[in-house]
């Protein structure tokens, strides 16, 4: 099967068409008696065009990084189910990566350096959730990415 190219844009129509969904789908429990769904609806919403105003903002080149408020993996943030090409070898050693973090357990710890082999996590450090977020360069090892 071949694979499926799409822009930048295509990306952002698709997400503001997952937004719309939502908001259908959000309107429909409401008219079936659903309780505080307008304020659910308008939550879903304020997100999904934050996220859309960030995923412009990264391609654009302008994105800032902004003080917010982090969930931790498995507490509102997790992954999405595996794809047909990530490999069984690949989907386990993630998984047993996925099971010790809820636990704790953070892969994120120092020394980590950039491509260019500059040391942006010193031995020891811990990359705490706000440096996550603003992640912006590509990890040593890593082919294919610019620094910006």
Same mark, same amino acid.
């Given at each position: 099967?071949?694979?499926?190219?799409?822009?930048?844009?295509?990306?952002?129509?698709?997400?503001?068409?997952?937004?719309?969904?939502?908001?259908?789908?959000?309107? !429909?429990?409401?008219?079936?008696?659903? +309780?505080?769904?307008?304020?659910?609806?308008? @939550? $879903? *919403? #304020? /997100?999904?065009?934050?996220?859309?105003?960030?995923?412009?903002?990264?391609?654009?080149?302008?994105?800032?990084?902004?003080?917010?408020?982090?969930?931790?993996?498995?507490?509102?943030?997790?992954?999405? !189910?595996?794809?047909?090409?990530?490999? +069984?070898?690949?989907?386990?050693?993630?998984? @047993? $990566? *996925? #099971? /010790?973090?809820?636990?704790?357990?953070?892969?994120?710890?120092?020394?980590?350096?950039?491509?260019?082999?500059?040391?942006?996590?010193?031995?020891?450090?811990?990359?705490?959730?706000?440096?996550?977020?603003?992640?912006?360069?590509?990890?040593?090892?890593?082919?294919?990415?610019?620094?910006?």
């Amino acid at each position: 099967m071949a694979k499926k190219t799409v822009t930048a844009d295509q990306l952002i129509d698709d997400l503001q068409t997952v937004i719309r969904d939502a908001e259908s789908l959000l309107r !429909a429990t409401a008219a079936q008696g659903g +309780e505080k769904i307008g304020e659910k609806i308008q @939550e $879903v *919403r #304020t /997100k999904a065009e934050e996220s859309v105003r960030q995923a412009k903002d990264r391609l654009a080149g302008t994105w800032k990084p902004e003080q917010k408020i982090l969930l931790d993996i498995g507490k509102g943030v997790d992954r999405d !189910a595996w794809g047909e090409s990530v490999p +069984e070898s690949v989907r386990k050693q993630a998984d @047993e $990566v *996925r #099971t /010790k973090m809820l636990s704790g357990y953070s892969p994120f710890v120092g020394e980590i350096k950039d491509i260019k082999g500059a040391v942006r996590v010193p031995k020891g450090q811990t990359m705490d959730n706000m440096t996550l977020y603003n992640w912006d360069w590509p990890i040593e090892g890593v082919s294919g990415l610019k620094m910006t």
